[in-house]
């Protein structure tokens, strides 16, 4: 247990009010959850490289207007199991094993980032399981590097593919690096430059495990950004396609952001399901909840306020 | 000679790779082995097939995650690109090895040997279970989610989502690429499949690879002095 003055707050951030946890397939998927528990549900799918903590400031916002919020860890993140593989197609069955276990009724889903694709994804297999479906810039619509040219991306595959397998080579032997919570929250600000220093010494104390050396990111070291195999990102618009229910998309417009899929207004609007609200933002980052939780809280508000 | 077994280390599995055959080269051992994989479904084979008789070096058969003896993982998550791992086990076990896939194995076949040309001597693609994937573009979408599993095999996870991943053509021409870029043979890819997905259609139409029945296939590789290099 760290000591006292190892823990940080965060303006906004509250703790989950329960915990507990998911099975998917053996593997336990660690929940948390906001709010009370006979309010109407909204499950909210964190992204790649996240967990379910991430949520601290705005699951509450929400979940105060009379929301039940679950939110799991995806397998390898935050406190849920390490799990042997990992894939797309893992994920998105884990959040169908997690839905369908927390309820027998469409629920309001709310994806970030990957796990907003991720429901793209699921939804349009099993539209049955969400009654309204809000996608914080998790749309992926195209190549955010369209100029590379073959030469270059041949190039760029062949490493990533080589140093995929490099890791799994030596994954027994892969550890995440300990460090001072300063320390951790400094490696982390090149994939968040836009969130504040103090946001992110928070995360380290929630999503990261502190022993004799210090602390390490829970996540399981074998996974990496980015990824490799033949995903293209315009295959989540025919998801979005086929969509039938209310729909909410925001869309971060800040292009010098290093994470989120760059995807802009008019590369979405073509495939909106009917009445599907899209919404863009050129000075909120990638991270647009954490970010601007307030704002984007009432606009989430708002939206499912019209639902019927 | 009975199949011999051992196991190698994949994270915290175990693979299951099984010596058909010792080499019959001279005592200086100076041929690399021949790696049998198997369909998707299916297992390595008991024994040593006739078709592998005039390979001179060792010949061996791995059984991929969640096949045959190798261990079954928790909550699927199967890729091809993750079984490439699996041979990239057991070219760091044995060094450079050629290699006959079947099916699933022949796909997995074509990327190792981009992914590894310094290891992988040469492939040879035949036909078998798994052969197509999902296809060139996404299948119509399918989400079911299984019960934990007993650990037996094949994987139903294993089956399931090594059917349908997608396989379109120029993600095959770019391994074909990387393979034929740095491999030391002039046709490091030999087509022995009669069945043609898009992905084989287009490996096999172009001019650098071969296409020969399976025992001629094999023998294309049989060649000492690139073996001895």
């Known amino acids: 247990m760290p000591a006292d003055d190892q823990m940080r707050s965060y303006p906004g951030a509250r703790p989950p009010d329960r915990t507990g946890h998911i099975m998917s397939s053996g593997l336990r998927l660690a929940l948390n959850e906001w709010g009370d528990p006979d309010a109407p549900m909204i499950a909210m799918v964190h992204g790649g490289f996240d967990f379910s903590r991430t949520f601290d400031v705005f699951a509450p916002m929400i979940a105060d207007a009379g929301w039940r919020i679950v939110a799991w860890d995806a ?234 | 000679m009975s199949r011999r077994t051992e196991f190698l280390a994949n994270g915290t599995m175990r693979l299951a790779l099984h010596t058909l055959a010792d080499s019959s080269g001279a005592s200086d051992d100076s041929t690399h082995p021949l790696l049998l994989l198997h369909g998707l479904g299916e297992q390595s084979p008991a024994s040593r097939p006739a078709w592998t008789d005039a390979w001179p070096g060792a010949v061996l058969a791995l059984d991929f995650t969640g096949h045959g003896e190798s261990d079954v993982p928790r909550g699927g998550g199967y890729m091809p690109e993750t079984l490439m791992a699996d041979v990239d086990a057991v070219i760091a076990r044995y060094g450079p090895v050629s290699i006959v896939g079947r099916g699933l194995g022949a796909w997995i076949a074509l990327l190792i040997s981009g992914a590894r040309t310094a290891s992988v001597r040469g492939v040879v693609l035949a036909d078998g279970s798994g052969l197509f994937g999902g296809g060139p573009h996404p299948p119509s979408p399918y989400v079911t989610v299984l019960g934990p599993g007993d650990g037996r095999t094949p994987d139903p996870y294993a089956l399931i989502e090594l059917s349908r991943d997608v396989r379109p053509p120029d993600y095959a021409l770019d391994y074909l690429r990387f393979a034929l870029e740095e491999s030391e043979l002039e046709t490091p890819v030999v087509v022995a499949a009669r069945i043609r997905p898009d992905w084989l259609v287009a490996i096999a139409a172009d001019v650098s690879v071969a296409e020969a029945p399976l025992v001629e296939a094999i023998g294309s590789f049989i060649n000492p002095q690139l073996a001895n290099r």
């Open chain 1, 75 to 308: 397998r390898g993140h935050g406190d849920s199991d390490r799990a042997q593989l990992y894939s797309w197609g893992a994920d998105v069955r884990d959040h169908m094993a997690a839905i369908t276990t927390l309820s027998d009724e469409p629920i309001v889903l709310l994806g970030h980032s990957k796990g907003g694709g991720q429901l793209l994804d699921l939804l349009d297999a099993r539209p049955g399981l969400a009654r309204a479906f809000v996608n914080l810039d998790g749309m992926p619509s195209q190549f955010s590097a369209p100029d590379i040219n073959d030469r270059e991306r041949r190039r760029m595959r062949r490493a990533d593919v080589g140093a995929a397998l490099d890791r799994r080579r030596r994954r027994n032997e892969l550890t995440r690096r300990p460090d001072t919570i300063e320390g951790l929250a400094g490696r982390r600000a090149p994939m968040n430059p836009r969130l504040t220093r103090e946001w992110l010494e928070y995360l380290v104390t929630v999503g990261a495990r502190h022993d004799a050396e210090g602390w390490r990111w829970k996540i399981d070291p074998l996974l990496h950004l980015g990824g490799f195999g033949p995903w293209r990102p315009q295959w989540s618009m025919d998801h979005l396609a086929a969509l039938d229910l209310p729909f909410l998309g925001v869309l971060s417009g800040v292009q010098d952001d290093p994470m989120g899929w760059k995807s802009r207004r008019g590369d979405i609007e073509p495939f909106l399901p009917p009445g599907g609200q899209l919404e863009f933002y050129d000075d909120i980052g990638h991270f647009l909840h954490i970010e601007k939780p307030r704002f984007i809280a009432d606009l989430v508000l708002e939206f499912l306020g019209r639902l019927p």
